[in-house]
């Protein structure tokens, strides 16, 4: 049967014939400078439509230069050089080179193994690693599948086993034996994540609402009882955008004649009287409703659509026998969509939890049938001219079109804190950037305030923050449940994630247009070994940010987690504290519970929401935070969330040599911005030397930090507005304060305490402090955690006798 149009993706698959080599049995083709798709087939039948994974051939032409010596031939661009025997492909007759690399790792030989090392492993050779399907039952690390970063600078992607699609874009049977694709990017990792998402089409962009916190807990809630959750949040200023219901929304204790009850399309009325007021309370209340799906066991005669679908199938619904659930039929599915789940969309279901775990068989040979559930929510969720979502497990690569991943039920312990940064970064290396762990850990383990409340940070710094639990009355992740501690702790990391948006939605769109995931490997942009060090979680988040996951339990003395990681050349100035950091080094970074290790490189610049608006419109009040040392700047963008959005981008801009900050006027459709809009902005980095032509606005200078605030109140986005700060930057005025407040907090002796201190008074330079740190007689825990202060910033004393910025 022909499918709607809004089941067939817009694919781009026939390659430029100049740009394709071809013999009886093979092809090569040049798709960039820097990929090359490899063929072989017995019978001469070559893939030109689209597959699963691949869908866009049609790149830019690249020269390139072909020279043959009888079957053999040598085929080169700017970035590899190929030879061929012209034989069947083999590693002794098919090589490629990368220029200019002399290390005999620099050769990609057919058949290569490409092993992904274990995290522990030590250091990392090969393949990097891409993702995997689920971290169901994970206690810890699991293996990864390939990606498309390789410590050797080739990788390839086999798309031998996908399918093809079909006119309708409909999976079926495809040609050829061998379809080969090696990426030589050398360690250029977002290079090779160009190129692939130019062959397998873009990060889709998601709605703005998904990048706020969303509420899931297995449990089977009343209406009455959710609402009044979601409502005492609120009153409680912990804001979330999305609510997710688990699956006991449908008929769970179902008559054991009809199966399994964890499939169900039917509202449980014991529970949830009302479905449509309850949906309206919720979206009321500013929230976007998902419910989970289990579909393999099909449509059965209890359920409410059941009359519907069977006569839509031509089955008769008096004699109630089930319907399988046959997604390897295109009648089937379309009429699933239509009958079943749109009637209870129509009712206020926003997007569908796609919880699928039965198996990857179906009765089209090589048909994953996870796959092709995402691809067909997805497609369909984007319907009158909404933005598409879906939220379900890895299929695979080409996965990343189908956002969000849902990572499953993890163990809750450290060892799957431990994990989860590096398994989440590492999946930028086949283009899926937006992995949803359940934070927090779904189920087993034990309970530790300060792990779970480890968890929650690292939500705020998550790709998507997805609260989630299993049933049980005692692992739910309300914050009221922990001790005061972990419960402020908590507080806090949901709030800042909410106030990331402005930033969080740019990143979104960059991911979009740029290929280039929020969260990243630090790798990716500081390609070298020490980057790629094993047991730090290390990761990139968005332009300018570098987190430093904290995975286990603190040290019971200094009351400090610890994480050792590469940080990258530059100065960087941690989030919280404001405290700077040279680079190009290992750094162990220490912190108590109430902080966590998020540095900023100088010159970055960061929106946020300010004030208490719990919504996840565009806010009427902005906060950004600029970090000082270096000339930035950051081009904000905002739109309407939809399906083709009208979207406008502001320039926001810091010039370090004469202390300007600007707000350029905004270009594009200014519709979609508040009509009245603040402006807050904080500089951090400067130590006070008058106040320059800021003094017509309202500036504060918080010490604490080294951060200038300045309100410049309502702004006119046609106009945009500017201020410069007559300040130079600031060494650490406030070390001493910091190493008191560090020696006060020790859990040790007071003996101890005072002798530690009057070292640190009577030698007050910071040479001569490091110096004599090491000689003095005292733990390893305490000399380091005293260490990282003295030693933050190595550029420190030079910069502490660095002359004013000029006018």
């Not at 987690?561 to 940080?567: I, Q």
């Not at 603040?678 to 604490?704: C, F, H, I, K, Q």
Request: a negative charge; glycine letters at 10%.
């Amino acid at each position: 049967m022909a499918l709607p149009e809004r089941f067939r993706p817009t694919t781009t698959p026939f390659t430029d014939p100049a740009q394709v080599l071809v013999g009886p049995t093979w092809r090569i083709t040049v798709l960039t400078e820097r990929l090359l798709r490899l063929e072989w087939s017995d019978d001469g039948q070559f893939e030109d439509r689209a597959t699963q994974v691949v869908w866009n051939r049609d790149l830019p032409a690249v020269p390139y230069e072909v020279s043959h010596d009888g079957d053999a031939l040598q085929l080169s661009t700017r970035g590899l050089q190929l030879s061929w025997d012209g034989r069947r492909f083999s590693p002794g007759g098919l090589q490629v080179r990368q220029p200019g690399v002399r290390d005999w790792r620099s050769v990609w030989h057919y058949g290569d193994p490409e092993t992904v090392q274990e995290r522990e492993a030590g250091w990392h050779v090969g393949n990097l690693g891409g993702t995997a399907r689920t971290l169901d039952e994970a206690d810890g690390a699991v293996p990864l599948e390939k990606g498309l970063v390789s410590a050797f600078g080739f990788a390839t992607l086999d798309d031998s086993g996908s399918l093809a699609l079909d006119d309708d874009g409909w999976p079926t049977p495809r040609e050829g034996e061998v379809d080969l694709y090696l990426f030589v990017h050398g360690y250029d990792a977002p290079a090779a994540l160009r190129d692939f998402h130019a062959l397998t089409g873009p990060t889709p962009l998601l709605p703005r609402w998904a990048l706020g916190n969303w509420w899931s807990r297995y449990h089977p809630y009343t209406s009455g009882e959710y609402v009044a959750l979601m409502d005492r949040f609120a009153d409680e200023g912990l804001p979330f955008s999305v609510a997710v219901i688990d699956m006991d929304w449908h008929w769970v204790d179902i008559d054991p004649r009809h199966g399994s009850g964890w499939t169900g399309f039917s509202w449980n009325t014991d529970l949830i009287g009302d479905p449509e007021a309850f949906l309206a309370a919720l979206h009321a209340r500013g929230l976007t409703v998902s419910l989970n799906l289990h579909p393999a066991d099909g449509v059965r005669s209890f359920e409410d659509a059941y009359p519907r679908l069977a006569r839509r199938l031509g089955l008769d619904p008096d004699a109630g026998e089930p319907i399988r659930f046959d997604v390897a039929s295109p009648t089937f599915m379309q009429a699933y969509f239509e009958e079943v789940l749109h009637p209870l969309e129509a009712q206020g279901v926003d997007f569908w939890w796609v919880d699928w775990q039965q198996g990857g068989a179906s009765s089209i040979p090589g048909l994953d049938p996870l796959w092709l559930l995402n691809h067909l929510h997805f497609l369909d969720s984007g319907r009158d001219g909404r933005r598409p979502i879906t939220f379900s497990r890895y299929a695979g690569p080409g996965s990343h079109r189908y956002p969000i991943g849902f990572s499953g039920d993890t163990v809750t312990t450290w060892e799957s804190l431990h994990f989860q940064p590096w398994f989440t970064a590492t999946a930028a290396n086949i283009g899926y950037g937006w992995w949803s762990h359940d934070i927090g850990g779904h189920m087993f383990g034990e309970r530790d305030d300060e792990m779970v409340a480890r968890w929650f940070q690292l939500g705020t710094w998550s790709p998507i923050n997805r609260l989630h639990s299993t049933s049980s009355p005692f692992q739910g992740k309300e914050p009221w449940k922990f001790g005061a501690e972990a419960r402020a702790v908590m507080a806090d990391a949901l709030r800042l994630r909410h106030r990331l948006l402005p930033y969080l939605h740019t990143m979104n769109e960059r991911a979009h247009r740029l290929a280039e995931p929020l969260v990243r490997p630090v790798y990716h942009a500081d390609p070298r070994p020490e980057s790629v060090l094993p047991g730090s979680g290390a990761f990139l988040f968005g332009t300018g940010l570098l987190v430093a996951p904290l995975t286990t339990p603190a040290d019971r003395r200094t009351r400090r987690a610890s994480v050792t990681t590469w940080l990258p050349e530059g100065t960087w100035h941690d989030w919280y504290s404001g405290l700077r950091y040279t680079g190009g080094r290992f750094v162990t970074f220490r912190r108590p519970l109430e902080t966590y290790p998020v540095l900023a490189r100088s010159g970055t610049i960061v929106p946020l929401v300010d004030g208490d608006d719990l919504s996840v419109a565009n806010p009427a009040a902005l906060h950004v935070r600029v970090f000082a040392g270096a000339d930035g700047e950051f081009v904000l963008y905002e739109d309407d969330d939809g399906g083709e959005p009208a979207a406008c981008r502001t320039r926001l801009s810091w010039n370090q040599a004469d202390g300007t900050f600007a707000i350029d006027p905004v270009v594009g459709d200014a519709s979609v911005l508040p009509d009245l809009r603040r402006w807050r902005v904080s500089v951090t980095g400067l130590a006070p030397s008058g106040t320059g032509a800021a003094s017509e606005a309202r500036t504060t200078y918080d010490n604490a930090t080294g951060t200038v605030t300045v309100d410049l109140g309502v702004v006119d986005p046609a106009v945009g507005a500017s201020f410069d700060l007559a300040l130079r930057s600031a060494s650490d005025q406030r070390l001493d304060e910091r190493l008191f407040a560090l020696v006060h907090d020790l859990q040790v002796g007071y003996i101890d305490k005072h002798a530690l201190w009057e070292f640190l008074e009577a030698n007050p330079g910071r040479v001569a402090r490091v110096a004599g740190l090491a000689s003095l007689p005292i733990a390893d825990d305490i000399r380091d955690v005293v260490g990282e202060l003295l030693l933050a910033d190595l550029a420190a004393e030079a910069s502490s006798t660095s002359a004013e910025p000029g006018p």
